[in-house]
C-alpha cells in the first residue's frame, strides 16, 4: 500500500480565521473548507486510559521496544506547534494500519483528552493485528 493514500488522523485545519474565531465559535460559523476542525472541537474525556495508552503507542515511532508504532512517511524543515497548549511537536509524517498522522500526535490524546472517530478505528486496526500476530 502507498503509505501517502492513508487516511488522515489527529491532523487539523489551518486557523484562518486568527483573531475572528472566538467570534465565529459564538455565532456558530464555520468557515468554507474546514474539513478536520480544531482539537478542541474533538476533546471526549470519557475514553479509558488504557485506550488512550494504548493508542498512544501506535501513534509512536516503531521499534524494537515499540513494535506497534508507526513508521516514517515523510521529514519536514519545521516543527509543529500544538493547537491548543503551543508545545513543539514534531517535524515528522508516520503512517502505518491504513492512516497517516504527525509525529508526536500522542500529545493529543495524552495531555488534552482528544479523540476522534479515527482514533476509535486506528485502535481497532491495531488491536487486529496484534490477534494475527504469531
Given amino acids: 500500500m502507498n503509505p501517502s493514500a492513508g487516511r488522515r488522523l489527529l491532523f487539523w485545519d489551518e486557523d484562518i480565521a486568527g483573531q475572528l474565531q ?71 509524517d508516520f503512517f502505518g494500519y491504513g492512516f497517516v498522522w504527525p509525529e508526536l500526535a500522542d500529545h493529543y490524546v495524552l495531555v488534552h483528552k482528544v479523540w476522534t472517530p479515527e482514533c476509535d478505528e486506528l485502535l481497532a486496526a491495531v488491536r487486529r493485528s496484534r490477534r494475527r500476530a504469531p
Avoid at 38 to 61: G, N, S
Fill in 22 to 92: 472566538p467570534l465565529l465559535d459564538i455565532l456558530g460559523v464555520k468557515l468554507r473548507g474546514a474539513v478536520y476542525g480544531q482539537p478542541k472541537d474533538h476533546i471526549v474525556p470519557d475514553v479509558p486510559w488504557t485506550d488512550r495508552e494504548e493508542l498512544a503507542r501506535a501513534l509512536q515511532l516503531r521499534s524494537t521496544m515499540n513494535p506497534i508504532g508507526g513508521d516514517v512517511l515523510m521529514s519536514y524543515m519545521g516543527w509543529a506547534d500544538c493547537r491548543m497548549c503551543g508545545q513543539k511537536l514534531g517535524t515528522r
